[in-house]
């Protein structure tokens, strides 16, 4: 091959190292876990990519050459009308996510809320704790996982897409596919969410639950039109 494209953390490392092909990787998971720094200490040589700037704090002795954040197809979604008077919260139901807070929010803002959310085996445990009891509420619908087909419809008739997460998020892929469909986004600063967000166009970037309420009432202030042809120009 003329170049290898690497898309499995550092599993490959000690082959890859061996090979006289160019290569390069991009890393798509969170790298502040204690154990990746010795790897990467001894791996300083491996060229490696970024899904965002935040994403590479951890590691700044790796080999960084480029950030390269997602994309979508620009026809994958349209805009939508987001008429369908609820709030949406996408993703996974687990302790980084919080969809705790999004229940929090919907309630205090006294909006309907749609969860649409997988649980993985990991997260059966925490969902049973923590979340079970608060999807009793009768503004909180959950939907549970849904597929590609689906999330046109479910995102585009959100008044706003919910992303309320509470570790260092490398990107972020449900907010462009929100923005994509037209449809604000609250955000929690983390991460990657200051790099993905343009703050009071494609949604707010919030830093608590208070700020994340207040926002939540100036979703309508937003221009959906904007919010698409800001996906389109990135």
């Known amino acids: 091959f003329d170049i290898i494209h690497w898309h499995t953390d550092y599993l490959h490392f000690p082959v890859a190292r061996r090979i006289g092909t160019p290569q390069l990787t991009t890393l798509h998971g969170r790298l502040d876990l204690p154990?990746?720094?010795?790897?990467?200490?001894?791996?300083?040589?491996?060229?490696?990519v970024s899904i965002s700037e935040a994403q590479r704090t951890p590691l700044p002795q790796a080999r960084w050459v480029a950030t390269?954040?997602?994309?979508?197809?620009?026809?994958?979604?349209?805009?939508?009308a987001g008429d369908g008077g609820y709030f949406a919260f996408l993703g996974r139901i687990s302790p980084e996510k919080r969809v705790d807070r999004a229940i929090r929010?919907?309630?205090?803002?006294?909006?309907?809320?749609?969860?649409?959310?997988?649980?993985?085996?990991a997260d059966e445990e925490y969902y049973a704790r923590e979340i079970a009891h608060l999807l009793d509420h009768p503004l909180v619908e959950f939907i549970g996982e849904i597929g590609e087909?689906?999330?046109?419809?479910?995102?585009?008739?959100?008044?706003?897409?919910?992303?309320?997460?509470?570790?260092?998020?490398?990107?972020?892929?449900?907010?462009?596919?929100?923005?994509?469909?037209?449809?604000?986004?609250?955000?929690?600063?983390?991460?990657?969410?200051p790099e993905v967000m343009v703050d009071g166009v494609t949604g707010f970037v919030v830093d608590d639950d208070a700020a994340a309420i207040a926002a939540a009432a100036r979703v309508r202030e937003l221009d959906r039109r904007a919010i698409r042809r800001t996906f389109e120009e990135r």
């Open 149 to 193: 087909n689906e999330k046109q419809d479910f995102l585009g008739s959100a008044l706003a897409l919910l992303f309320p997460i509470d570790w260092p998020e490398p990107f972020g892929l449900v907010m462009i596919e929100a923005m994509a469909c037209g449809t604000p986004v609250i955000a929690y600063r983390a991460g990657s969410v």
């Open 35 to 48: 154990d990746l720094r010795a790897i990467y200490d001894e791996y300083g040589d491996m060229p490696v």
């Open 105 to 121: 929010i919907a309630i205090e803002h006294g909006t309907p809320l749609k969860i649409a959310a997988k649980i993985d085996r």
């Open 68 to 80: 390269v954040q997602h994309g979508l197809p620009a026809d994958a979604y349209a805009a939508g």
